[in-house]
């Protein structure tokens, strides 16, 4: 008799193709194995994600890596009591494969089929603390802060008006022709100014306390003077917006190129800078707006963007000065992945929330 709960989960909503075995230990969900089959190599080379490109690439990898999944957790297809798989929102393409791919497991085998809204498996990721929490999640396709009453109880108090915070740190590296996926290489220029100018703080400060004269060369860039506008950070409620950002740093990058042919490597530092801690800046400064205003205890920050440690380290300390306290997903659940859909189905299958794989659809713009 299949007495303990086997989810089978799938994630296939952009360019990450994934499966994971989740199962029910101790009345609660616990990842048994996660596979995540990244397609960033096959998207450097164009820059961004080409949807047809995905699709065809989860085509490929969707059988094996729920194989990989399966034989790592040591379970047999028959061993499942249900397949979970993200339903939307996400590229339509990219949806499909898995969910049909989860369709055709289910009705193979016979088992309930759980559809998972992906922003719901990112909160999953990091949902600790005592309800009702916030979450702020970020990612290369949404931005959203939501105030969660229960387990399946979801307010969004605000979201991206334009473009998401991730897909602002791709474009601005690939205006800085920095590569892709932007987030990480901005983040990393942005941190490389950030030593300079500590840097150069501590050389000023001994220089003064030596009482000696300083060469002024030697003390750039000991403050960054570019800064760049908090869209909506003055702005009632809880939305945000990315692209006006984004044109602003454009507006810099051309402002800069007039007098030279290039862009040197500290011009692109300090420009990563200053977009980061705008970005920032905003993100925080609503997060803990909602916090203050639903006196909320337990923050979560989910989603590709998590993997950001200064936004990390911002909102922790600014979390705290209000007495509440920030949870993170662990490092391999802040991407994309199907732990984080395994996790969120458990507890629709907790309150009798399954279908069958007749009855189910995908939205690729989907709502919380
Ligand atoms: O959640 P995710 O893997 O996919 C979506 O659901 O969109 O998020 C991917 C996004 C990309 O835009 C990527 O550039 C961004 O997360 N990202 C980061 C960092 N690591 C990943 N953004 C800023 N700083 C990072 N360290
Ligand atoms: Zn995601």
Redesign the pocket.
């Known amino acids: 008799m299949k007495d303990q709960m086997k989810i089978l989960a799938i994630e296939s909503?952009?360019?990450?193709t994934a499966a994971s075995l989740v199962v029910e230990k101790n009345g609660k969900p616990k990842v048994i194995s996660s596979i995540v089959s990244s397609q960033i190599n096959l998207h450097k080379k164009t820059g961004g994600v080409v949807p047809e490109v995905a699709s065809r690439a989860h085509l490929e990898s969707i059988i094996p890596v729920i194989d990989e999944a399966l034989k790592n957790a040591g379970v047999e297809l028959c061993d499942l009591t249900h397949v979970a798989v993200t339903a939307g929102p996400?590229l339509v393409g990219s949806l499909m494969v898995g969910f049909d791919t989860a369709k055709s497991f289910a009705y193979g085998l016979d088992l309930p089929i759980v559809p998972v809204n992906?922003i719901e498996g990112?909160i999953y990721s990091a949902c600790r603390g005592s309800f009702p929490l916030l979450a702020l999640t970020?990612?290369?396709?949404?931005t959203s802060l939501t105030l969660i009453h229960d387990h399946g109880k979801y307010e969004t108090l605000g979201e991206t008006l334009d473009d998401?915070?991730?897909?602002a740190?791709?474009k601005v590296?690939k205006l800085l022709d920095l590569g892709?996926?932007?987030?990480?290489i901005?983040?990393?220029y942005a941190q490389a100014y950030r030593e300079k100018m500590t840097k150069s703080k501590i050389h000023i400060a001994n220089k003064i306390s030596n009482n000696k004269k300083t060469k002024s060369k030697e003390l750039k860039p000991s403050v960054c003077n570019l800064t760049f506008p908090r869209p909506m950070l003055d702005k009632p409620g809880y939305d945000f917006s990315f692209s006006g950002l984004k044109t602003a740093v454009l507006t810099e990058v051309k402002r800069r190129l007039k007098d030279k042919k290039e862009l040197t490597l500290l011009d692109k530092r300090e420009i990563c800078f200053a977009f980061?801690d705008a970005a920032i800046d905003v993100l925080v400064g609503k997060a803990i707006k909602a916090a203050k205003k639903y006196k909320l205890e337990s923050v979560l920050l989910?989603?590709?963007?998590?993997?950001?440690?200064?936004?990390q380290n911002v909102l922790k300390k600014e979390v705290e000065e209000i007495g509440s306290k920030l949870y993170l997903p662990e490092k391999e659940m802040?991407?994309?992945n199907a732990a984080m859909i395994g996790i969120a189905a458990y507890y629709h299958i907790v309150r009798g929330d399954i279908s069958s794989w007749d009855k189910v659809k995908i939205d690729s713009n989907m709502k919380l």
């Open positions: 909503s952009c360019d990450e996400g992906h990112h970020v990612s290369g396709g949404h998401a915070a991730g897909e740190f791709d590296a892709y996926p932007g987030g990480p901005v983040s990393q980061e989910a989603g590709g963007v998590s993997a950001n440690t200064r936004l802040m991407g994309d």
